[in-house]
C-alpha cells in the first residue's frame, strides 16, 4: 500500500500530524486518543494535554503515585494517606522507590488560601516600608517648602511704594483688575504709566512686577462725585460730572488725584485746557 504524496499547494491537515504522543507521567507512547483536547491559548489543532487516560485515572483515584514534572516519586504510603477513599492498589503498579522520611509525610498540606494571600502580605509589607519611610523622614508640602524657601526679591513691599516696581525685560508692569460686573481683566502698561497710578492713589502695588487698579468704572464715579459731595470744583454749583484737572490729550490719566467733580457746563467751557488757563479768564 502507497501514501499519497503531499502536494505542495494543497493546505495541511490534521492527518498529517503526529497519531501518538509521550505521556508526561508514565512516559509511555500512546495514541492521542488516550488524551484530553487542551482547551484556551493553548489549544491548537491537535494539542493534547500531558497525562493519559490511564495515567490520569489513577490519579483521581489516588491509589498510584503522581509523578510531576521537576519532582521526585512520591511514595505510594504518603498519596494514600493524602486521599480520604484509597483504593487497591495492584501489586505490578506500586512504586519501588523508597518511602519518604517520616517528618515530610506528616507534614499537613499547604492550603490554598495561602497563595491568595501572598499578593495581600505583600502590599502590606509594601504599605509597611513607604509608612516607615514617610515615619522616618517627611517631605514638607508645597506651601511650606514656599514659606521656608527664601524670597528672590526680598520682603514684600509697601502697596503704596512706586519705587520697588521692577519692569520685565521687554519694560512692562502688569496691571490687573475687575470690571462693574466683577469681571476680572489684566493688561500690560509700561513702568511711567504704572507709577503714576501708584503715586495718585488709584493702584496699589502687589509684588514687585504687579500692579492692581483700586476702582472700577463704576466705582470711580460713585467715589469722586460723593467725596466732593456733588459740588462743581470750579464755580461751586451742583456738579454730576467728572473732569481731569490735566486734561488727557496732555498726559493726565483717571486718577483719585487728577479728577474732581463738574458741572456740565463748565466741564464743556474747560474742554482741554489747563486749570490756570481756564480760571485766568
Known amino acids: 500500500m502507497t501514501l499519497a504524496k503531499h502536494h505542495p499547494h494543497m493546505p495541511m491537515t490534521d492527518t498529517n500530524q503526529p497519531l501518538s504522543k509521550q505521556c508526561a507521567y508514565c512516559h509511555k507512547l500512546k495514541p492521542l486518543a488516550e488524551f484530553r483536547r487542551r482547551t484556551g491559548k ?41 486521599t480520604s477513599e484509597p483504593g487497591p492498589v495492584p501489586a505490578s503498579r506500586r512504586s519501588t522507590a523508597p518511602s519518604a522520611p517520616a517528618p515530610a509525610a506528616s507534614k499537613p498540606p499547604v492550603p ?74 489684566h493688561q500690560e502698561i509700561d513702568l511711567e504709566l504704572a507709577v503714576t497710578l501708584v503715586r495718585e492713589h488709584a493702584a496699589v502695588v502687589v509684588n514687585r512686577r504687579t500692579i492692581r487698579r483700586l476702582y472700577s468704572n463704576k466705582d470711580f464715579r460713585a467715589l469722586i462725585l460723593n467725596r466732593d459731595n456733588y459740588t462743581c470744583h470750579f464755580c461751586g454749583l451742583y456738579g454730576d460730572t467728572i473732569d481731569h484737572l490735566l486734561p488727557r490729550a496732555k498726559g493726565g490719566h483717571t486718577t483719585p488725584d487728577n479728577c474732581v467733580c463738574a458741572c456740565n457746563q463748565c466741564n464743556q467751557t474747560k474742554a482741554d485746557q489747563y486749570v490756570e488757563e481756564f480760571m485766568g479768564r
Do not use: N, Y
Open 42 to 82: 493553548r489549544s491548537k489543532g491537535q494539542s493534547r494535554r500531558g497525562a493519559c487516560r490511564e495515567c490520569r485515572k489513577t490519579r483521581e483515584a489516588g491509589s498510584a503515585p503522581a509523578l510531576l514534572r521537576g519532582m521526585g516519586a512520591v511514595s505510594v504510603s504518603a498519596v494514600s494517606a493524602q
Open 112 to 185: 490554598k488560601t495561602h497563595l491568595h494571600s501572598l499578593p495581600e502580605r505583600s502590599k502590606e509589607g509594601k504599605a509597611a516600608t513607604l509608612t516607615s519611610a514617610v515615619k522616618g523622614k517627611t517631605r514638607p508640602r508645597g506651601a511650606e517648602q514656599r514659606r521656608k524657601s527664601p524670597q528672590p526679591f526680598g520682603p514684600k513691599p509697601d502697596p503704596q511704594d512706586a519705587s520697588a516696581l521692577i519692569p520685565s525685560f521687554k519694560g512692562m508692569i502688569l496691571m490687573r483688575g475687575h470690571s462693574d460686573k466683577g469681571r476680572r481683566w
